[in-house]
């Protein structure tokens, strides 16, 4: 089993729609879990980040952790077709003792948002 | 906000040959940074950490001798790929931390560096 599970998609939806992107995982030590954005071709940007269980918002997309059940969740409200892209889930540790450690990256799923 | 270039951003070259990419952080210091490797239609996948002024990190089977990691300041790493041959096509990708200590792992990336070699 990999430490990270996420559907490659394609996931395609009408513009407006409520998108609901998810990850689950296997790691019980993954404490930080963020949602990063690719467009084809470019580096991941940073779209959400949060810790532990819980909801974060942030205008139109809100990510939520369930660490009961190792399973992440980002929502994009009112899609538009800008959204279409591929969202990557990532996780990681806590530090242990000095020094960063890296992220352990979902496959991405491949979204597209049709006008 | 912080920002992570990348350069070049697209390289061709030949079978055989070295080819050498560099990571900045532009606007921060960077103790660590991470270089990934993303094959088409498939995640990134951590090649090694970059440690700046010792060895870098390697993981798992990634040959050390053929990405060769020099992280000479707190604003620049290198990655050669060292007697590139075709399979080591890919787009590569580094990142760095720009709150290290925050105990979060938040990164930022650069934009990406596309390898064909022919």
């Known amino acids: 089993q990999k430490e990270v599970e996420q559907d490659p998609g394609p996931l395609s939806v009408p513009e407006g729609a409520i998108v609901s992107l998810n990850c689950t995982y296997s790691?019980?030590?993954?404490?930080?879990f963020m949602w990063y954005r690719q467009y084809s071709r470019k580096g991941p940007e940073l779209l959400m980040y949060?810790?532990?269980?819980g909801n974060k918002e942030d205008g139109r997309f809100t990510a939520q952790v369930d660490k009961s059940s190792k399973y992440i969740s980002l929502f994009i409200r009112d899609s538009q077709p800008s959204d279409s892209a591929t969202y990557l889930c990532?996780?990681?540790?806590?530090?242990?003792?000095?020094?960063?450690?890296?992220?352990?990256f979902g496959k991405g799923t491949h979204l597209i948002i049709q006008p | 906000g912080a920002v992570v270039s990348q350069h070049p951003s697209w390289v061709i070259c030949k079978s055989g040959t070295s080819v050498k990419i560099e990571c900045r952080s532009l606007?921060?210091?960077?103790?660590?940074m991470f270089w990934y490797r993303q094959f088409p239609k498939q995640s990134l996948m951590l090649m090694a950490t970059?440690?700046?002024?010792?060895?870098?990190?390697?993981e798992q089977g990634v040959e050390k001798d053929k990405f060769l990691i020099n992280h000479a300041s707190l604003t620049l790493s290198t990655l050669t790929v060292t007697s590139a041959h075709p399979e080591d096509s890919s787009f590569y990708i580094c990142?760095?931390?720009?709150?290290?200590?925050?105990?979060?792992?938040?990164?930022?990336f650069g934009a990406g560096s596309r390898l064909t070699v022919l």
């Open positions: 990142s760095a931390e720009p709150r290290a200590g925050s105990g979060a792992n938040v990164l930022t």
């Open positions: 790691n019980s030590a993954f404490q930080y």
């Open positions: 949060t810790y532990s269980s």
């Open positions: 990532a996780m990681s540790r806590p530090y242990s003792g000095g020094g960063a450690d890296g992220l352990t």
């Open positions: 606007d921060f210091q960077a103790t660590t």
């Open positions: 970059s440690n700046e002024g010792s060895k870098a990190t390697y």
